[in-house]
Every structure is written in C-alpha cells, then in structure tokens.
C-alpha cells in the first residue's frame, strides 16, 4: 500500500486541521475564516504565490518545483463551505454553530488538499507548478464559476485541473471514476400557475388551477417517457406544490417548484423545451396561464478521457490493484467543478468514505482515515504528472 510515508506522521496535524474546520463551517461565500486559516497556512508551508478573494472568498496558493515552475501546470481544486443544515452527530467537534455543518465532507477536501500543499512544498519532487485551488460555494453558489471569472485559470496559465469527492459507502483505501458524464446538470423552476379562484362549491365559475397544475405534474413526466431516448437520462422532479389556505376557496394560483437534472447537453435543451411547451400548453388547454422561470444550473460533470485514465492509474498506484473502479456508473447529483472541466481538460474522482452516512445528512461525518489515500493521490498525482528528471 503505497501511502506516502511522510503523511502517517502528518495524519494528526491533517485531522485537527478537518475537525477545526468541522467546528467552525461557514457557508456559501461566507468562508472568511476557513480562507483566512488556509492561506496562514499554505503561508506557512512556504508556498510561492498565496492570493487571496479569488471568486470573493476564494484561496489560491501556488507551488513551484525543481525547475522554478517552467513546464506544465496542474490546478487541484477542494471546495471549503458547509451547509445549512443542523448537525446531531454528538461528536465533540461538532458544529459550534447553529443551522451549519459540514455535512458533505468539504472540511475533509480542504484538509487532504492542505496535507498534500505541505508534502510538496517540502519536498519539490517534481517539475512544473502546482495551483492548489480552495474553493467557496460550491453548494449551490458556483464558487468554481466565481474564481474563473476572476481569472483562475488564465492568471496562473493551468493547463489542467482535478477534483476529488468523498463517497459514503465506498471502503476507505477505494476510489472511483469514469470518462465522460460523471454527474447531472442541475436546473431549477418555478412555475406559477394562474387560474380565477372562487367557492369550492361552485368550480364551474372558476378557473381551477389546483387540477391545471395537478395536470402538469402528470404531463412533465411524459419528458423522461414519451420525447427522450430510453438509453438517455433525464430526471424531472416537483418538489414543491403550493396552493390555497382554506378547505372551502378554489385558490387564484399555484406554485410548483423542483428541479430538472441531465447528462447530455442536448438532452439538456430538450428537456427545458418540453418542459416550458407542457407547461404553457396546459394551462391554455385549462384557461389559465403559466408564469415560467427555468433557471439553468451546474452543467454535466464531463470527465475528459485522457485524464481520467490517467487519475485511475494514479488512484490505483495508492490503492492498489482492484480498488479502484474505472466504470461508475454517473449520478443525476451536480458538482459546480463542472466549470472548471470546461474550461481545461482534466477528471473528478471519488474517494471511499466508508460506512458513513450519506452526504447532506445531520448524521454525516467525514472519515479521518481516508485523509492519507485522498493526500497520497494528490501527491502521486503531481509526482506522476509532472516526474522531476533522476
């Protein structure tokens, strides 16, 4: 088992660093300590370049080898923000703050990431530059599109980027990966419809759009069965039907909300145009009308090929032989490291987490023990990547 020695005497310092963060989670673009104790840090460790209020809050520091960073650069990106959640762990670093947790294991990406920055500004074992990437937002914010747009990529001239998420369920010491779409594209609605309300006894004076809008989530169905290819996949889900507040009073309007989630982008733009013709078209069909906002989210988690291959024999290479699976099968969740895949070439991976709760959960928690195989791969990675000449 390949783990890089030197992390077994940094697994105690990684793992304070994670339950600090863990105690102390910050939400969306609120990440100021988070930031401000991983650019102290990275300051420590003696990298080159630590700039911070990339994307608002966002922490990039960069790290040269033997050759003073000529050559090919590499950016490895953890996300740092919580969720909005109240934790019920009971462990005694759990959150200190009420409605806030880490419930999806980002205290432990920020964590791995920070063990693996202080490997390499160590040791240098390798020729090129690494960017190491720490990001706000990506729970729903586009932290990942924040920092492009301020010039992430072009600024410190990446030309490619790896992403890591841990994976409840996988064993600890696992990891997992495939080419292509690797995650869903995350669009959002919300759909008014808009009747005439009036006595419940007396439907036949109103507009009713409670059974309009019952209509329409039946019709949306139709999207996955009837217009899209069976070996495609797309998932339209209403998660929210709002409507009236008396047992008696046909309401005036109705509000659904949910979310549209695919793999392909023409599937993607399928799927909003049978969306938006459904739901327009029904309400004419009842003598109501509907007022649409269809908010694209996250695009697809495309994983390019090359470099998924390439992350696969690296992940192995910590792992060893039969731990890592080349082939998962993609998930309809979104992951905003989708930007980043489109602007450079690149893969996202997973990493076990063991028997853990599952992501979004009060319950969760990250597992410390995989702190040395996710700062293992980063390393290898780099090491791999970017071999210093004997």
Known sequence: MPIVNRLAELHEEITAWRRDFHENPEILYETVRTGEKVAELLKGFGADEVVTGIGQTGVVA???????????????????????????????????????????????????????????????????????????????????????????????????????????????????????????????????????????????????????????????????????????????????????????????????RGTVRTLDAGVRELAEERFKAIVENTATAFGAVAEIDYILGYPVVVNHEDQTYFAADVAEDVAGTGKVNRDLPPMMGGEDFAYMLEERPGAFIYTGNGDSAGLHHPMYDFNDDAILYGSSYWIKLVETSLRAAA
């Open 62 to 256: 960069v790290i040269k080898g033997r050759n003073g960073g000529s050559g090919k650069t590499l950016g490895l990106r953890a996300d740092m923000d919580a969720l909005p959640i109240d934790e019920i762990t009971g462990k005694p670093y759990a959150s200190k703050v009420p409605g806030k947790m880490h419930a999806c294991g980002h205290d432990g990406h920020t964590a791995m990431l920070l063990g693996a920055a202080k490997y390499l500004a160590e040791t240098r074992n390798f020729d090129g530059t690494v960017v190491v990437i720490f990001q706000p937002a990506e729970e729903g914010g586009a932290g990942a599109k924040a920092m492009i747009d301020d010039g992430l990529m072009t600024r410190w001239h990446i030309d490619e980027v790896y992403g890591m998420h841990n994976y409840p369920g996988l064993p600890v010491g696992e990891f997992a990966i495939r080419p292509g779409a690797m995650m869903a594209a995350t669009d959002e609605f919300a759909v008014t419809i808009k009747g005439r309300g009036g006595h419940a006894a007396k439907p036949h004076e109103t507009i009713d759009p409670v059974v309009c809008a019952a209509q329409v989530v039946t019709s949306l169905q139709t999207i996955a069965s009837r217009n899209l290819d069976p070996l495609k996949s797309v998932v339209v889900s209403v998660t929210i039907f709002q409507a009236g507040n008396a047992f008696n009073v046909i309401p005036q309007e109705v509000l659904l």
